[in-house]
């Protein structure tokens, strides 16, 4: 499996972008997918993940839940990432990432991602 992130930009406080990851791999559709972000200075956090099962099972951080949805097609390999209400402080870059084997529900560890997409930035100023 490989991963490319797009969709990342420049918005004002409150605005919205939504990020996407393109996979390759016939196993993409099997695959818990994630989104992750890094700002400067600090560690790669967890942001969002959804499981490759049909129930679509998904998880956020707390600093997200309400104002990002994570969702997938998997006619089209690609995950996305629909960013609403946007802070100064998900300002960071996002990449998106596969967890052979994430226990659906639980936050996705970077530890144990298996492959890691490209970042894409995201600056939230006015």
């Known amino acids: 499996v490989q991963l490319q992130a797009s969709g990342g930009g420049s918005v004002q406080p409150g605005g919205s972008l939504r990020l996407s990851c393109a996979a390759s791999?016939?196993?993409?559709?099997?695959?818990?997918m994630g989104w992750f972000r890094q700002a400067p200075g600090k560690e790669r956090d967890f942001v969002a993940a959804?499981?490759?099962?049909?129930?679509?099972?998904?998880t956020y951080a707390d600093s997200v839940k309400g104002r990002f949805t994570i969702s997938r097609d998997n006619a089209k390999n690609t995950v996305y990432l629909q960013m609403n209400s946007l802070k100064p402080e998900d300002t960071a870059v996002y990449y998106c990432?596969?967890?052979?084997?994430?226990?659906?529900?639980?936050?996705?560890?970077?530890?144990?991602?298996?492959?890691w997409g490209k970042g894409t930035q995201v600056t939230v100023s006015s």
């Open positions: 990432a596969t967890d052979f084997h994430w226990v659906p529900g639980t936050k996705m560890s970077g530890g144990d991602v298996n492959v």
């Open positions: 959804i499981s490759g099962t049909r129930t679509r099972i998904t």
């Open positions: 791999g016939r196993e993409f559709s099997n695959h818990a």
